[in-house]
């Protein structure tokens, strides 16, 4: 189940950032408008943090 939970941890954070550079957002920009912290956004890029709903959510509306 592990495995299970770092592959899809991974491939949302390899998503989030194709989306960001897709919209052209530096970390700044996407920080400011998810009111998440560049460090936060980077660690779910990398696949390092798996975020819960409500900053899932946030983090759609950010990315239009």
Not at 3 to 26: D, E, P
Not at 27 to 37: G, I, V, Y
Request: glycine share 6%.
């Amino acid at each position: 189940m592990k495995i299970k939970n770092n592959h899809l941890r991974i491939i949302f954070g390899l998503k989030v950032k194709q989306l960001r550079q897709a919209k052209g957002l530096s970390f700044k920009q996407m920080s400011e408008a998810s009111s998440m912290s560049i460090s936060y956004l980077n660690e779910i890029e990398k696949g390092k943090k798996s975020p819960k709903v409500d900053k899932i959510e946030t983090l759609a509306a950010a990315l239009g």
